[in-house]
């Protein structure tokens, strides 16, 4: 009996303080409608008049304003998506508070500088903000987060009008920052897709970035990053990933990444990290390594690419683990004999000649993915001249019966006969 | 009808009745479906097609070329005794051989094509390989020609065409590779160009090659090449030092045939 008792009490405490919260907020925050027939006008005269945690809700129409300064925690959202239009004059938003939401609007025409970072959505200092499901069109930066952290980035159409490297910003530009998540935006025809720089613990998730002048994903110095599910496509020079640690990328796909400087993934400086179920289709080069160490890749596919994997001498400590290799012009390319301590181990090579007496799925000859020619090309890079042609055929039978120029110890002593096969 | 398109016909006919020419046609008809029914991804089965007709195209032209240039030698002198222009005799042998070389080597890829009905794209390919194989035909058979009418011993004769073919296909490239070690300190691009202009084997490759995805994967250098192979200037280049393989050994061979005492 006094069982029930106290549980019904309890019941009735934790009503009481839920209802009482509401109403908290119900007195606290109110809303604010802009529309362009209303009494509210604009989104800036609506920013001036709202007290914190108020919620500014526009109608549809057009707004011509720029520069919106927000320094108090507010949401602001967008009913039938309304268009805010900075007419090539500065940027949109800006933002310097905590605790802000912009959401269902369309930002578009911000301009471009050489020595502003005009931005859709500028956030400087501040944190615990969201921009979501907006769309930002022909900006010079999309969202620019800096020196904040704890925000998110999710479901926003980005496309830039990006002609030249050195007149354009990036679609989703982080610097110093903390805790942010990017997921499920769709960025293309920026300089670079997905900016960040000295930023660590964030997550890159579900985001589609392609058609970039310049990389699709761009980071350096940002550490205990991980990049999942993203998709790269067509990007100008692919990705480029440098001088960070701790970085896991998982379910990636990287595709068509073409051209004389382009790269699924360029790692540079990279350290600590693991790299695992990717997709790199059609590249020119679908990984580079330069000066990377104690990196771990498994399972990932690489199809058709030029070069599945360029390996510089500098790259130590990397283990490749039941990757599928598929259809590569060259499958490992390098361009030194020094031991590097590089592991193959367990890897399916299409390419692969040798045999498996006793059907367990493990060749029974070491496989050598570095072809004589791709070793040259490292060497005399015009001599692709001669791809295919009978007389480098001939030689690298030649050094295949007698290895005289490979290294040595570029090596897989248990190929996979059969394709590895993974659950992602 | 003229005497010259009489002589064409004949030789023709004359390749065609002795089987070889339908044989010929037979393998590359044989291997073209095989590796795309096998292969299943159509780039890559141009790509070892591409290898094939490479290395037999200039080869076959040339062994044949020999042969035959030897063997119709008492059909030539009884036709020389004829009131026939000489250059008709000749260019209508050459013309002859060269038709149904190029017909055989055509049927043969194109039969392939009819079965294995591709995109349009990837006919443009195919287009792309009959056609240098067709003019690969006609430069080896051209070169053969020349040789039988410079050396009157046969044995000579075909060990220089073959040596020929083996220089073009082989020995070139490892020069060419050799020059690439030696000068690799210099930009070399624009010369590796002008090099490869000088091989039809070589040129016919790269022209096929820019044409595949390939094109794509060679990195900064294939860049260039694109740049110069991949245009339409670079296109009609190509294709010009291609038909002045073929017009001027053709050319030197009517000189000679005109003055030699037969």
């Known amino acids: ?23 908290g907020q119900v007195v606290q925050a109110k809303t604010l409608p802009v529309s362009p027939t209303g009494e509210i006008r604009s989104v800036k005269e609506a920013v001036r008049l709202a007290q914190s945690y108020d919620t500014i809700l526009i109608a549809s129409g057009i707004y011509h304003e720029n520069d919106i300064e927000i320094n108090k925690p507010l949401t602001i959202i967008g009913r039938q998506n309304p268009v805010i239009d900075a007419g090539f004059k500065k940027g949109i938003f800006s933002v310097m508070a905590q605790n802000v939401l912009i959401a269902g609007l369309t930002l578009q025409n911000v301009e471009e500088s050489f020595t502003k970072n005009y931005a859709a959505v500028r956030v400087r200092g501040g944190g615990h903000i969201t921009v979501r499901n907006n769309t930002i069109l022909n900006c010079y930066y999309g969202v620019y987060l800096e020196q904040t952290d704890s925000c998110t980035v999710r479901h926003n159409y980005i496309r830039g009008n990006a002609k030249q490297e050195s007149t354009s910003g990036n679609a989703i530009h982080l610097y110093r920052t903390e805790n942010i998540t990017v997921a499920d935006n769709k960025v293309s025809g920026h300089r670079d897709g997905i900016y960040l720089e000295s930023s660590s613990n964030s997550t890159i998730t579900g985001n589609v970035s392609q058609n970039n002048l310049r990389y699709g994903l761009h980071f350096m110095f940002s550490d205990n990053n991980s990049y999942q599910r993203n998709k790269f496509i067509r990007n100008g020079s692919g990705i480029a990933v440098m001088y960070s640690r701790n970085i896991i990328m998982t379910d990636n796909l990287f595709e ?54 360029r390996l510089l001498g500098s790259s130590e400590d990397l283990t490749f683990e039941e990757n599928n290799f598929i259809g590569n012009t060259f499958e490992i390319s390098t361009s030194t004999n020094y031991n590097s301590n590089n592991i193959f181990r367990g890897n399916y090579w299409s390419s692969y000649t040798g045999y498996d007496l006793n059907h367990d799925g493990t060749g029974d000859v070491a496989h050598k993915p570095v072809r004589l020619f791709s070793y040259l090309l490292e060497d005399i890079p015009t001599s692709v001249v001669l791809l295919r042609s009978l007389f480098i055929d001939l030689l690298e039978l030649i050094e295949k019966v007698a290895p005289v120029l490979t290294p040595e110890n570029v090596l897989d002593n248990q190929p996979s006969t059969r394709l590895n096969t993974w659950k992602s | 009808m003229n005497s010259l398109t009489k002589i064409i016909k004949y030789s023709f006919y004359d390749t065609w009745r002795s089987w070889w020419a339908l044989l010929y046609g037979l393998f590359f008809l044989v291997i073209s479906a095989t590796l795309l029914y096998f292969s299943g991804d159509f780039n890559k089965a141009i790509v070892s097609l591409l290898n094939i007709v490479l290395l037999l195209v200039p080869l076959i032209s040339t062994v044949f070329g020999v042969m035959y240039a030897y063997n119709s030698r008492e059909f030539t002198e009884l036709l020389l005794a004829q009131p026939i222009k000489r250059n008709n005799i000749f260019l209508g042998q050459y013309l002859g051989l060269t038709l149904s070389l190029a017909l055989s080597l055509s049927l043969g890829l194109g039969i392939t094509f009819l079965l294995f009905a591709g995109t349009a794209e990837e006919s443009v390919h195919l287009g792309m390989l009959t056609l240098c194989g067709t003019l690969l035909t006609a430069i080896f058979t051209g070169l053969a020609f020349l040789m039988s009418a410079l050396f009157e011993d046969r044995v000579k004769g075909f060990g220089i065409a073959i040596l020929i073919w083996l220089f073009a296909a082989v020995i070139y490239d490892g020069l060419l590779l050799t020059f690439l070690v030696i000068f690799n300190d210099y930009p070399l691009e624009k010369a590796t160009i002008g090099l490869t202009l000088f091989n039809p084997i070589d040129l016919s490759r790269i022209l096929i090659l820019l044409r595949l995805e390939t094109a794509a994967l060679l990195g900064y250098t294939g860049a260039v090449f694109n740049k110069f192979l991949g245009t339409a200037l670079g296109m009609v280049v190509s294709l010009g030092a291609l038909l002045v393989w073929i017009f001027v050994p053709l050319l030197l061979f009517l000189k000679k045939v005109q003055n030699k005492d037969f």
């Open chain 1, 1 to 23: 009996m006094a069982a029930i008792f106290q549980t019904s009490r309890f019941i009735l405490k934790t009503a009481l303080s839920v209802v009482l919260l509401l109403a």
């Open chain 1, 256 to 309: 068509q990444n073409w051209g004389a400087a382009a790269y699924g993934i360029l790692l540079k400086d990279i350290v600590d990290s693991r790299i695992e179920r990717n997709i790199f289709r059609q590249n020119t080069t679908g990984i580079y390594a330069e000066g990377s160490t104690r990196l771990y890749l498994k399972n990932n596919e690489f199809r058709n690419n030029g070069w599945a994997v």
